[in-house]
Structure formats: structure tokens, C-alpha cells
């Protein structure tokens, strides 16, 4: 069964810097795009970065400058590099994978980033 597992999340001071990875296990294909979501406490999930199989990517204004996001389309891993941390970066992130033709929306478990002062 295709499945998105997710690691790197953890406990870091502000400032500092994290790196998430997903890896798309069970899959012989890149989907078309794959992005990182985040849902804090008492909010709504919202979308932190997204990248299409081309390259071409797009950040949520709350996090451009400091975050990164990346994939290698041949061994169907996502990046998401996040510098300069802050205390409302801190939320469990989650990995999607979509792929419009196969019809496929996948989610990570979600990892936890916590980040202190």
C-alpha cells in the first residue's frame, strides 16, 4: 500500500533550524505535487509549501525567506527545510502527496515541531 512516512519533526529553540523529510514508500511514480500542511492548536490546518514534479513551488507568505521546500522526484522524497524557527512555527506538520490523474490524495501520520524560547 502506497503510504507517506514522515520524519525529522522534534524540539528546537527559536532561531534555530529543522528538516523535515517524507518519503513516498510503496510508490513506482512521482505525484504531480506534494506539499507541507500545519495545524496548531485550536487552528485550522493550513498550507505551509507546495512543489509540482517541475520544480515550481509555492509558500505561504507567513514562512517565505525561511523555509525551503524540495523533492527528488526519483526516489519520491519532500524537503522542507525551516530556518529561523519561531514560536508559531510550532504545530504537527503533515505530508501530502497528490496525484490528479490516479485520482490518489495521500497524508502523512503528521509530525510534531515544537519551538521554544
Known amino acids: 500500500q502506497v503510504q507517506l512516512v514522515e520524519s525529522g519533526g522534534g524540539l528546537v529553540q527559536a532561531g534555530g533550524s529543522l528538516r523535515l523529510s517524507c518519503t513516498a514508500s510503496?510508490?513506482?511514480?512521482?505525484?504531480?505535487?506534494m506539499g507541507w500542511y500545519r495545524q496548531a492548536p485550536g487552528k485550522q490546518r493550513e498550507m505551509v509549501a507546495t512543489?509540482?514534479?517541475?520544480?515550481?513551488?509555492n509558500l505561504a507568505d507567513s514562512v517565505k525567506g525561511r523555509f525551503t521546500i524540495s523533492r527528488d522526484n526519483a526516489r519520491n522524497t519532500l524537503s522542507l527545510q525551516m530556518n529561523s524557527l519561531k514560536i508559531e512555527d510550532t504545530a504537527v506538520y503533515y505530508c501530502?502527496?497528490?496525484?490528479?490523474?490516479?485520482?490518489?490524495?495521500?497524508w502523512g501520520q503528521g509530525t510534531q515541531v515544537t519551538v521554544s524560547s
Open positions: 510503496g510508490s513506482i511514480f512521482s505525484f504531480n505535487a
Open positions: 501530502n502527496g497528490n496525484d490528479f490523474h490516479r485520482a490518489l490524495d495521500l
Open positions: 512543489i509540482f514534479s517541475s520544480g515550481s513551488a
